[in-house]
């Protein structure tokens, strides 16, 4: 028996279990799959808690979704190739729903494919250790604070990469009276009503954070890049600002010369790669990244291919990707696909981040990963979609975005399952602040 250790609940650990699921009667005697799961239900960073900091059991608080968060991607580009969203809700649905209806998504599929029971919920993983071939893994019960050493030939990491806050620090913040706060830790726009905000950071979280800030009522927004503004046409109280100079009280001077005081700064300044429970030679180290360095395809270890990181990259594709990935390392596990010797795969790998590092816009970089996904797909039986569509709206919605940075989401994709333009929305998302799936649907 081939004992498989998973570990994580979120997308990316429901596609490993999906893509052993669909083989189930044909490997359930020769697999023995274990998912840990720290938190008491699966949907990883979708499962959204009013928690911030620590939980319950004095665990990092994993999620980093907030109250009327929506979609800021077009759902097409992540819809599973096996699982359309029409199939889930019984009916087309708009391109941009709110955070609920993912989740609602993403566990119909889970709840499909009839997996639950193999997951152990509330059961952290402490330590992996190499053994022979294969794994010791240190794991906790949480709710009965009991430990227990189990040993596995596979490993999959399916932790996720936006659950510890990067924090960086700046001259005289001691002194800031008001809120500070890791975009992490962001759970409501309600609190900033009436207020100055000052938004650390240049990247998608930054964007969406802001924008919900003046959606909800902040009196201004101001964002502090460090390498160049995000440069979209911002509705009136939104600005950018260069990095930070220094901080005196509520007042924030920039490298420019200008100066604000604030009642409050959100940091959405990212997320690090942490793995504190996996040994040190067998840990990942990297940044945020489309091609992660020291992993074969994106996934297994070069050193010690026993081992598997999935959805580690910095992600446009995300479920899709997923379950790219999930396919192919299921298919090694099963030894469908047969592997070329580490000197073999360090050249490839080299070539891979030779690419990357050559990419000069995000246009590249969809087609970057797309590539990506393509050279997993020709070597697993994942379903067939039409990624070249995807592709198209990817650069559609950038398009979109670069036009009208709060209009954006009014627009319709078609889906590369179903073929389908999707339905407007009952009204503009500027206007929409009830997030919930039941609203959503109407």
Known sequence: MIKVAIIGSGPSGLSVLRAFSKLQNKVKETIDITCFEKQNDWGGQWKQTWRTGLDEYGEPVHSSMYSNLWSNGPKECIEFSDYSFEEHFGKSIPSYPPRSII??????????????????????????DKQNVGFQITVENLILNKFQKIYFDYLIVATGHFSVPNVPGFDGINSFPGRIMHSHDFRNAYEFIEKDILVVGSSHSAEDIGLQLKKFGARSVTFSYRNKPMGFN?????????LIKSIDGSLVSFQNGFKKSFSAIILCTGYLHAFPF????????????????????????????NLFYIGMQDQWYTFTMFDAEAWYIRDIILKKISLPNKNLRLREMKIWDKRELALNNEYEMIDFQADYIKSLLKETDYPNFNIELTQNEFKTWKKAKEKSIVGYRDSSHI???????????KTSWWNSKDDSVKNFLQ
């Open 103 to 128: 989740e609602d998504y993403i566990i119909g599929r889970a709840k499909k494919s009839k997996f639950r029971h193999l997951i152990k919920f509330n059961h952290v993983v402490r330590m992996v």
């Open 234 to 242: 911002w509705p009136r109280g939104m600005d950018e600002k260069p």
């Open 278 to 305: 996996i040994n040190e030679d067998l840990r990942l180290i990297t940044i945020n990244r489309l091609f992660s360095p020291g992993l074969y395809k994106g996934v297994v270890w070069n050193d010690y291919p």
């Open 415 to 425: 889906s590369p399952i179903t073929g389908k333009l999707s339905p407007k929305y």
